[in-house]
């Protein structure tokens, strides 16, 4: 214990990643880890600020929120800092219309984006959408554009469900990457800014701040 | 014409590649490549020892010295080297058992295999196969795997087709590759031993060839 409070003196926030840390996803839901429900609780009655950052792409904030909520945990859609909502910000200010291979579930992200005539391809968590076809006009569509960028929302190799561990985002990324010859450009975790933009909005500083994820 | 002559002195035998020097595949077939099924004949009409090397690996040798014969070629099965009967004799070898994530028309290749209670992963150029479902259960299989082998027939980012380029098998290995932290062992082209066997059973040296791939 005096370790911890050592570690802890000057902390003032509190990042917590959110699929494997406070639940396991699983076909139509989840399972609350152990204990998580009541550590968020404890948190968020202390006199740390609480922020939930995730690399979740296959569902909206909203529909995450809403799933976290009937599980039992006090947090709401404001209080979560996502890859989605990141991306579409570095899309309006480079004027990038993307091609997306998404999740259908988080489609209503990009619903103020242009996705015409694309200059990008942007892909995240895309589940059974990952086909052969799907796959091949991504990566079609990049070898068609002159300057050729990839945007991934995480990087993630796999993620584990109740069922069993199931492939990331970032085995697609990879195999895009190497059928194009580019680099992906990767928004969420682990890129430094999307840790940064989550400290920003709790108002505190990366040195006083303490971070748990898988 | 005088730098070819000197170029070709002492070549007595030569390596073709089929899909997209001698004809490109469509949907249902194929269309020669103009001038190769003349080319062909005029190799075999020559002193020159000629063999067959292919990475294709969505159809049986059966099947594809079938459809090269239908558009002209003078081709037998025999004289074409292709990655499955090399990896059957590599599986026998090192008693490997696969899990096989190919495509269906080349399962034919693989009867004699024992694929029971899986120790590797194989995989070839599946196309629609390589469905999310499909690659989640290689990379499950592999994950389970103490020491995990994957074995891929080829590394090709892409390949053309007559409606325009398809994602090749190499795209989907380095998706296993990144998801598993192994690195596969390729079995075709570039791999020189596939090279050395094709030689060796022309009876010709590396120096005596000349090699037409794309």
Redesign the interface.
Known sequence: MAVWGERLAGVRGVLLDISGVLFDSCEGGGVPIPGSVEAVARLKQSQLKVRFCTNESQKSRGKLVGLLQRLGFDISEGEVTSPAPAACQILKERGLRPHLLVHDDILSEFDKIDTSNPNCVLIAD????????N??KA??VL?ELENPVLISLGKG??YKETL?????V???M????????VEAEVVGKPSPEFFKNALQVLGVEAHQSLLNFL
């Not at 895309?126 to 076809?133: L, M, R, T, W």
């Not at 069993?164 to 990331?168: F, I, P, R, V, Y």
Request: charged share 20%; hydrophobic share 40%; with cysteine.
């Open positions: 895309a589940g059974d959408a990952f086909s052969y076809k796959m091949n990566f079609q070898m190799r796999y069993g561990l199931m492939l990331d970032g085995a697609y990879k195999a895009l990457e190497y059928a194009c010859g």
